[in-house]
Every structure is written in structure tokens, then in C-alpha cells.
T-cell receptor
Framework: GENVEQHPSTLSVQEGDSAVIKCTYS??????FPWYKQELGKRPQLIID?????GEKKDQRIAVTLNKTAKHFSLHITETQPEDSAVYFCAASIRGGATNKLIFGTGTLLAVQP | SAVISQKPSRDICQRGTSLTIQCQVD?????MFWYRQQPGQSLTLIATANQGSEATYESGFVIDKFPISRPNLTFSTLTVSNMSPEDSSIYLCSVTQGLGEQYFGPGTRLTVT
């Protein structure tokens, strides 16, 4: 079945450094790729997304890139801050009946050391 | 984005009993979904809650165990039936808006003893 692989599972960076999280998806029909940030005890929050007709999207310190040929997409966080520490999930849409469902990666625990 | 609430926020239940979780949205939404997130794990889709018709369940989830209702475009319930300790998890509803972006409710933390 469809799946999304996410790497690394944990990532520790120094404050101010960049962080990169990578995902690979299997369904060639996937056309929507959101990223969620989940702080401890909180709900997942949508932080950025990208659609298949775009190769890159940026929002302040975060950016997402998509390579449809290789079925890869990545999250880039620049100038990391301690408040960026959280679990990050990538997801890919899969066609399920009348709607696109999401399948999630396994998550990356990002720790930003002050 | 829509304001999504869930009740209860947490509960401790005895095995063999059932719990119904409510999800309320402050505006009409097309799609509502129910997810499970086991401790330290990712999100797993249980089912799509269809308004006016039976829910669509993912592989590994069945209606007898997780009956779902969706009487209108702003409300849905998920029941966890005949609970066992393996059902201890966080249950989240989500809704789609705009071009299909999904937003999550605050979750219900369930502990089964």
C-alpha cells in the first residue's frame, strides 16, 4: 500500500543552524504535501504545504521543496530557535474515493539546543 | 481556520466499556476525519466521517469497534467500543477547508485500565 518514509527520526541542532527533514512517498498520484508541527501535548499544526505544480514554497524561516520525479519532498528550517523544538510530520495525499486522504510519515523529533 | 473542539479532552475507562468522543466545528466543513495517535507514534487514519452516509473505514478498522456518526456538516462522533488497554491512545478529529488543508482538533486522550 501507499506509505511515506521520513528521515531522520531525531535531529539535534544548535540554535541558529539550519534543519532539514526529508520524506519519500510511494503513490505517484499524490498531489498535496503538508507539514505539521506537534509540540508536546498539543495538536498537530499545519505549518506549510506544497502542491504538485510547485517545486518550492517559502514562508519566512521555513521552506518546502518537492521533487515529483524522485517522489521526495523536504522541509527546511533556517536560523532555528528553541521554540522550533517539536515533532514534525510530513504527509502526502492519496486518492480515497471522493476525497484526498493524508498518509503521514513517522515523525522527526527536532531539538534546538540554545 | 475553523475552530475545532473535542469532548472529552481526556478520560480513563475500564476495559469492556465504550466511550463516545465528540467533535464540533464552528463552521460547515466538507470532510471530517478521525485519527488515532498512539504514544510516541505518528497519526493513523481510522475513517472518513461522511455526512448522511456510513463512514469509510481504513484497513484494520471496523465499524463494530469504531462506530462513527456525522449527522450534519459541523459535528461528528467516534465511539470506541468494548475497550481494551490496546485502545489507549489519543484520538483526533480533523476537518478540511479551503483547497483541502486539514486542521486538527485538540484530541482526546484515552486511557483504558
Amino acid at each position: 500500500g501507499e506509505n511515506v518514509e521520513q528521515h531522520p527520526s531525531t535531529l539535534s541542532v544548535q540554535e541558529g543552524d539550519s534543519a532539514v527533514i526529508k520524506c519519500t512517498y510511494s503513490d505517484s498520484a499524490s498531489n498535496y504535501f503538508p507539514w505539521y508541527k506537534q509540540e508536546l501535548g498539543k495538536r498537530p499544526q499545519l505549518i506549510i504545504d506544497i502542491r504538485s505544480n510547485v517545486g518550492e514554497k517559502k514562508d519566512q524561516r521555513i521552506a518546502v521543496t518537492l521533487n515529483k520525479t524522485a517522489k521526495h519532498f523536504s522541509l527546511h528550517i533556517t536560523e532555528t530557535q528553541p521554540e522550533d523544538s517539536a515533532v514534525y510530520f510530513c504527509a502526502a495525499s492519496i486518492r480515497g474515493g471522493a476525497t484526498n486522504k493524508l498518509i503521514f510519515g513517522t515523525g522527526t523529533l527536532l531539538a534546538v539546543q540554545p | 481556520s475553523a475552530v475545532i473542539s473535542q469532548k472529552p479532552s481526556r478520560d480513563i475507562c475500564q476495559r469492556g466499556t465504550s466511550l463516545t468522543i465528540q467533535c464540533q466545528v464552528d463552521s460547515q466543513v466538507t470532510m471530517m476525519f478521525w485519527y488515532r495517535q498512539q504514544p510516541g507514534q505518528s497519526l493513523t487514519l481510522i475513517a472518513t466521517a461522511n455526512q448522511g452516509s456510513e463512514a469509510t473505514y481504513e484497513s484494520g478498522f471496523v465499524i463494530d469497534k469504531f462506530p462513527i456518526s456525522r449527522p450534519n456538516l459541523t459535528f461528528s462522533t467516534l465511539t470506541v467500543s468494548n475497550m481494551s488497554p490496546e485502545d489507549s491512545s489519543i484520538y483526533l478529529c480533523s476537518v478540511t477547508q479551503g483547497l483541502g488543508e486539514q486542521y486538527f482538533g485538540p484530541g482526546t486522550r484515552l486511557t483504558v485500565t
